[in-house]
């Protein structure tokens, strides 16, 4: 014990012979330790931003479909007893929101234009819960809580069953006509005369309109494309779930920008009920999004979910499994910051090695000395290991403070990226302006890498005091 305490009391005296080889050496240190922790911070900041704007805008932390409708969105592909299983996953502990949505395709038609849109149908209350849709309003104002009223379906009358039966046969023969015409190669037959009013009759007593438009929020670039403002009308037409052809006129109430250039060029959104009636659904859904209160509990809740009977037969998975993209490019930018802070670290190394090399060659006759009264080789390795520890310490701890306040600063005011508008990466949203996320891994890790980088680089300048012969250094001048 006693020798020891000599090897921390020589090797804490010898920090302090040049001081200024060792503030220069520890500065060094230091910078790399702070600028290690800042690129954590700002590529943590970048993978929050591009995780948050999946679970937030497209995906939640976990979603629940039926079979095959991640891989490809289709009408039909959807559940029964929506809100009851939506209940049940609200319930669920470590579950913050949970959102039902409709999703349906639909082209859009203004008095300036026309364009393919994705239709989404929400729960006003719960999508504000789960996504902040309401809080990405730029102009107008948010989806009201209650939908719009429409009329009930008409039943048809022995007559009008009759008519449809006819419409429906003459529809038939005549592509079957164009069909045979286009193999024969002959010319083909003019098709027989359709009443377009009658088929159209039909439709709205089958399913009719609502009185006044429902409500509708569109992207704000699709807006742009259609030339559609706040109190515009949009006409949307479809095919329900049946295949019946529908048209109805929405009133745009808002423009939405989520920051996805995507979504916001192709994104219109309704209030879930009136989805439901366009596409003649019923109570059904297609979509169970949930946020939590913790994401890195995402498959813990999954796996708690696809357990729960009422889930039997849908499929339950995290927002990972359905974007393996963004979880890539996380991975990467993870990566490429081990790579930086590698090279910053091999960079401080070899100026600590150097340091503490040239402290050796002119302790010479000191080593000497202790080698003459019985310090053991060991000893001086230790001791020579002691000091470069005490250094790196100090030094990686003032580059902790550093690093630790430029997070913070970073954190709060940001990083702008030369007056872009933000961008799309891997299809994840990246906002204007970078912000660093403090973490306890970003912080203690490049401190606890740095020490060990000293300590090794520590071991050759330690070899080479080790191996100094006495005589040959006492007789140095």
Known sequence: MAGMALVFAIAFRNLGRNRWRTAIAGAAVAVGVSMCIASFGVMDGMSSDMVRSITEVELGHVEVHAPGFSSRPRLELSFDQAAQRAAIAAATPGVRAVSLRVRGFALASSAHASAGVELVGVDPAREAAESRLDRRVTSGSYLPATPTPWPKAQELS??????????????????????????????????????????????????????????????????????????????LMTNDSGGNPVDVVFRVIGVVHTGDGALDGTRAVAHLADVQRLYGLGDRAHELALSLEDASQAREIARSLAREPAFRGLVVKTWQELRPDVVAMVKSNGAFTAIMVAIIFVVAAIGVADTILMAVFERRRELGVLKAVGMRPLAIVLMIATETALLGAGASFVGLGVGVGIDLLLGRYGIPLGGLSGFTLAGASIPPVLHATLTAEGALWPVGLMLLMAILASLWPAAVAARTEPALAMGDR
């Open 158 to 235: 022995t007559a009008e069953r009759a008519l449809d039966e006819k419409l429906t046969a003459q529809a038939a023969a005549a592509a079957a006509n164009e069909i045979e015409a286009l193999g024969s190669g002959r010319e083909s037959p003019d098709p027989p005369e359709l009443s377009r009013d009658e088929t159209r009759r039909l439709l709205t007593a089958l399913s009719p309109a609502p009185a006044a438009p429902p409500p509708i929020l569109l992207g704000d670039k699709l807006a742009r494309r259609l030339g559609s403002k706040v109190d515009a009308t949009v006409d």
